[in-house]
């Protein structure tokens, strides 16, 4: 089966930008950014996880021995890794420059107890997603901690997968993944005694794993069903996407009601991913007829990881130094995201795509072309 889910790549871009929104609220004074459905977006964290999880099931059941995991964290760590690296020497280099400006310029915040050494290696070896003696809080680049989680999925996924094919039990190995979701999901209702999922740096690994298995488990559902479930009417469709949509849209909404059990969102997600999958409806066709939101899909791992950082040199340009008030967010929301786009352009190119894994026969044809 060969399928793109352009849908699914656009929704990503969608619900980065969202992200983007929710930690920019925190600085802002406009009804814009400071509202329930944005204060509570930091849930569409889930929803990568989930999509990750969809994704990577399409493409790597097959790890049947050890030789093949190990290259498929290669993969993976060329794909997440460079960029994390360059973010987190950016957020270094912020950390130093505002030492440099204090004479100049009011710093808010000049020693932020959460960036030090210790949380710096801990961000370095992608285990800030998990509960670190001394590590109270987010670090450097606060949205790190989900790729931490899921690299954790990631190591957990493999190694399951070829546990599964060596022990020839791959008829069962839905049954394995589910064991994975009852397994985190416990474990988050032992730290909180609620299905409350939206733990980061102490339990954000939990979070990952869950979200992950979860989209393992749509994908296969998706594999087994859609040839039948293709055959339903468009409009059948479009009622589904805009059911699940509103649903979703609704319990972020009311987070602070929902978010004690979180867990729902995986399951809404589940829906949501499962259901555009098709890209039947009349949302999906929607979506798909606008370039600018393929772009957004491209580039959704970039915005997710830059954001942070231009946000912070956003602020202390048109806040600290022009003395915008907080109430100018109302519209300057959209320059700093502009800025953030053609950012997350330049580094989907020249970092993304440039560090991502090559085989030995694509480099040799590279080289070959280039002669």
Not at 43 to 67: E, H, K, T
Request: aromatic content about 20%.
């Amino acid at each position: 089966m060969k399928h793109r889910f352009e849908v699914l790549d656009i929704f990503r871009g969608l619900f980065a930008s969202l992200v983007f929104m929710f930690h920019l609220g925190p600085f802002a004074n406009t009804p814009i950014l400071n509202n329930r459905f944005i204060e509570n977006s930091d849930m569409f964290v889930d929803f990568f996880f989930v999509l990750s999880g969809f994704v990577i099931a399409y493409s790597y059941q097959s790890l049947a021995d050890w030789g093949q995991f190990g290259l498929f964290l290669k993969k993976r760590v060329y794909r997440i890794y460079p960029l994390h690296f360059v973010m987190l020497l950016a957020f270094v280099g912020m950390e130093v420059a505002k030492n440099l400006l204090v004479p100049y310029i009011k710093v808010n915040n000049l020693v932020n107890p959460a960036n030090n050494v210790y949380t710096f290696f801990t961000s370095l070896f992608l285990i800030n997603s998990t509960p670190v003696p001394g590590v109270r809080d987010v670090s450097w680049n606060i949205p790190s901690w989900s790729i931490s989680a899921e690299m954790m999925a990631y190591l957990v996924f493999g190694s399951l997968v070829v546990f599964i094919h060596r022990s020839n039990q791959f008829r069962s190995r839905n049954a394995w993944y589910g064991l994975m979701i009852v397994i985190s999901l416990a474990a988050l209702w032992s730290v909180s005694k609620s299905f409350q999922i939206n733990y980061s740096f102490d339990y954000g690994f939990l979070r990952g794993i869950l979200g992950f298995f979860t989209g393992v488990l749509c994908f296969n559902f998706f594999s087994v069903t859609h040839v039948r479930v293709r055959e339903w009417s468009p409009a059948l469709f479009s009622a589904v996407e805009a059911i699940s949509l509103s649903l979703i849209c609704l319990s972020i909404y009311n987070g602070e009601f929902m978010k004690p059990w979180g867990a729902v969102f995986e399951i809404l997600f589940f829906i949501c991913i499962y259901t555009f999958s098709f890209e039947k409806g009349f949302i999906s066709k929607g979506l798909k007829s606008v370039r600018l939101l393929h772009k957004l899909g491209q580039y959704s791992y970039s915005i997710y990881m830059t954001h942070a950082l231009l946000i912070s040199l956003f602020n202390v340009l048109f806040i600290r130094i022009l003395k915008f008030p907080p109430e100018a967010y109302s519209y300057l929301f959209i320059v700093n995201f502009v800025l953030i786009y053609f950012v997350s352009a330049w580094t989907y190119k020249h970092i993304e795509m440039r560090f991502q894994y090559k085989s030995p026969k694509k480099v040799q044809e590279g080289e070959m072309a280039r002669k």
